[in-house]
């Protein structure tokens, strides 16, 4: 499987315009969890609206096209303030987007039993948390009891996992956190299918984690 590590190509002269990530599977291939339909929609048009919108205005201070989308966001407070507000909601909704579509993944078909972490990930979980339900029982309710838009978390700061959820499309990063897995709570993620019953949405998303997405991300962060 693909994965989703810098998403930006090179334009006219020096700089460098995002571009939208292509799937690493199938819009279908995470039903019945995730329909096609809001797949096709939730990338090929939410998510090209973020690309779209944070080229446009990073185009009025071309000297930051030349710096990554994660330097962008941890060093949010120093992008002009005209497009702050753009870059902050359109930068992060690009970045939790980009990661979102990689930690997920078709649920192999001969698996039996439950879809959950294996190795040194499931290990400091559990350290962390106590035993892996106890996490995803966090993380379920950090998404589900999030007013509003927003992300449930799973994050690494200086080595230490934390779970939490943020509005928006508010990134860790902003808070010098490295998220490692989240899940979107907006209501285009989930409404065509699960309408107002996010709680079923954020339990059939447990089904299509890509648990080994997760932990290279985890073995990476710390």
Do not use: C
């Not at 080229?55 to 990554?68: F, I, M, Q, R, V």
């Not at 970045?95 to 078709?106: E, G, Q, R």
């Not at 106890?134 to 200086?158: H, I, M, P, Y």
Request: without cysteine.
């Amino acid at each position: 499987m693909a994965h989703v590590k810098e998403h930006r190509a090179a334009a006219a002269g020096s700089e460098t315009r995002h571009v939208l990530p292509p799937l690493p599977y199938d819009f279908a291939a995470l039903e019945p969890h995730i329909d096609a339909q809001t797949m096709q929609i939730h990338h090929g048009k939410h998510h090209q609206a973020y690309v779209t919108n944070l080229n446009n205005a990073l185009g009025k201070h071309p000297e930051l096209l030349t710096k990554s989308l994660e330097e962008l966001l941890r060093d949010i407070k120093s992008v002009p303030e005209d497009i702050r507000t753009t870059v902050r909601n359109n930068g992060g909704g690009h970045h939790n987007h980009s990661l979102f579509w990689t930690i997920m993944a078709p649920p192999p078909p001969a698996r039996t039993g439950e879809n959950a972490p294996t190795g040194a990930l499931a290990d400091v979980i559990k350290r962390t948390f106590g035993d892996v339900v106890k996490f995803k029982e966090l993380l379920s309710t950090a998404a589900t009891t999030q007013f509003g838009s927003g992300w449930g978390w799973l994050t690494v700061a200086d080595g230490k996992l934390e779970v939490f959820s943020k509005p928006n499309q508010d990134s860790p990063l902003m808070d010098n956190k490295v998220p490692i897995l989240g899940v979107d709570v907006w209501e285009h993620a989930y409404y065509l299918k699960y309408q107002n019953r996010r709680p079923d949405y954020v339990a059939a998303w447990w089904n299509v984690v890509n648990w080994a997405e997760v932990s290279r991300r985890y073995e990476a962060a710390r």
